[in-house]
């Protein structure tokens, strides 16, 4: 049970090129997020997703693209990346955390530079 | 919209002595509360979480949380830290349907021997 993975774990990027990060988790988990965290500003939610299929917006999504095709899996992609997206970005699933024993569990996070 | 304000950036503490980390929250609806702990260069790990019930809530590793309605807090607290509870520290709200997180800018606890 690997719980939640992220790919790639860094990465540097020149202004205007594009990529994608690649989320998994085993855990049938419904929800899914992605966050990114800057230095004093704690987590911000980029998008999220309630279920295979479908995703919204969340606090921060401009420049930002994701998909949902399978339950396990989250992508976010950056068409065309620019220095203020230099952050380092964190996925996480939960159950609908409804009860005391439900979590949202995190990835270790993709360090993402881009110059 | 909801936002989360935590009052220190960073909270220096002898070890075994008690620690208080300060959460504010402002929100139009009710909301569920949550503390979060950061490892260096690891994910965020739930502590504890406040849905219903009692306001007193007890978390993992000693530490527990009381939800204050009126003074819109949900301030954490461990009575005895140890050198291991070095880490950030970071207070979160969300809606009732977990659609959206808003997380605290974090504290640093910086436990020294």
């Known amino acids: 049970n690997a719980g939640v993975t992220q790919t790639p774990k860094f990465r540097v990027l020149k202004t205007g090129q594009s990529m994608t990060l690649l989320c998994a988790q085993d855990?049938?988990?419904?929800?899914m997020y992605w966050y990114r965290q800057d230095p004093g500003m704690g987590l911000r939610l980029i998008h999220y997703s309630v279920g295979e299929g479908t995703t919204a917006k969340g606090e921060v999504p401009d420049g930002y693209n994701v998909s949902r095709l399978k339950k396990q899996n989250f992508l976010l992609g950056l068409e065309s990346a620019a220095p203020s997206q230099t952050s380092v970005y964190f996925c996480?699933?939960?159950?609908?955390?409804?009860?005391?024993?439900?979590?949202?569990?995190f990835g270790p996070g993709t360090r993402l530079t881009v110059l | 919209a909801q936002s989360v304000t935590q009052l220190d950036s960073q909270v220096p503490v002898f070890e075994e002595a008690p620690v208080e980390l300060r959460c504010n929250y402002s929100s139009s609806v009710s909301v569920y509360l949550f503390w979060y702990v950061q490892y260096p260069n690891q994910g965020l790990q739930l502590l504890l979480k406040?849905?219903?019930?009692?306001?007193l809530v007890k978390g993992i590793n000693g530490f527990e949380a009381e939800f204050n309605k009126s003074q819109t807090s949900f301030h954490l607290r461990k009575p005895s830290v140890h050198i291991s509870d070095t880490a950030e520290y970071f207070c979160?709200?969300?809606?009732?349907?977990?659609?959206?997180?808003?997380f605290g800018s974090g504290t640093k606890l910086n436990v020294k021997p």
């Open positions: 855990m049938n988990h419904e929800y």
């Open positions: 979160a709200v969300s809606s009732y349907n977990f659609n959206k997180f808003y």
């Open positions: 406040y849905l219903s019930g009692s306001t």
């Open positions: 996480a699933s939960s159950r609908r955390l409804a009860t005391s024993t439900d979590t949202q569990y």
